[in-house]
């Protein structure tokens, strides 16, 4: 199971929608962002938007076409537009890049707080994605589908921060759900799981917001 990790509820996806080429058979689709971020060692550390500052830093790959100056960007802050490949942890083909100023070292983090209840594991998760209904009739209309020979997948895309609070940004699985194809993946919905209580919210990507699942069927039945 790909690891990666999502933080902002409130941020979730922005952005979705926008994607490179896919490199690889089964890599999923990658979005490309303008974030900003902190140079070091080959390597991006993004800071902004929210939904990618918790993520691990990110291997700086260049195109062919568009240079990139390693040298007199290193310990830079800088803003990119790029391909933020988190299933094969790349900052592909940033271009458009502009200087902010030098990195800073990140604050300290405080002291993890105490007495939080227990996170649901990504099992637990991915258990309660493959119950719902929803889920269970994609599975069904690929597997009878004689067009094609796709296969039903979910990964998850982002995980929880351990000293989220419940309810509060930070305290959800984002969960990718769709078909594998041959050479490209297709997504069917996003959805995010309360990483406390197993809450389900879907990603709305034409209101680019995020719903609870009672009024996503509501508006499906409509």
Not at 120 to 129: M, R
Request: hydrophobic share 35%; charged share 25%; aromatic share 8%.
């Amino acid at each position: 199971m790909m690891r990666q990790i999502l933080t902002a509820f409130c941020s979730a996806l922005v952005g979705v929608g926008i994607l490179l080429p896919v490199p690889a058979v089964g890599t999923p689709p990658v979005p490309v962002e303008i974030v900003t971020g902190c140079v070091k060692d080959g390597q991006m550390l993004i800071q902004s938007p929210d939904r990618f500052k918790r993520e691990r830093p990110l291997k700086i790959n260049p195109c062919t076409n568009i240079p990139f100056d390693f040298q007199r960007l290193e310990g830079k802050k800088i803003r990119a537009k790029a391909g933020i490949d988190l299933y094969n942890g790349a900052f592909a083909c940033p271009r458009d890049v502009v200087i902010v100023g030098d990195c800073r070292p990140e604050p300290v983090a405080p002291p993890p707080k105490k007495n939080l209840p227990r996170q649901l594991s990504d099992d637990e998760a991915d258990e309660i994605v493959w119950g719902l209904p929803e889920v269970q009739a994609m599975v069904k209309q690929v597997r009878e589908s004689k067009e094609t020979k796709a296969t039903p997948f979910s990964m998850i895309t982002g995980y929880p921060d351990p000293n989220a609070e419940p309810g509060k940004p930070g305290a959800f699985y984002e969960i990718y759900v769709g078909e594998r194809h041959d050479t490209h993946t297709v997504r069917a919905m996003t959805l995010l799981i309360d990483a406390y209580n197993g809450s389900i919210f879907v990603y709305d990507e034409a209101a680019d917001r995020v719903i609870p699942i009672e009024q996503y069927r509501k508006q499906v039945r409509k």
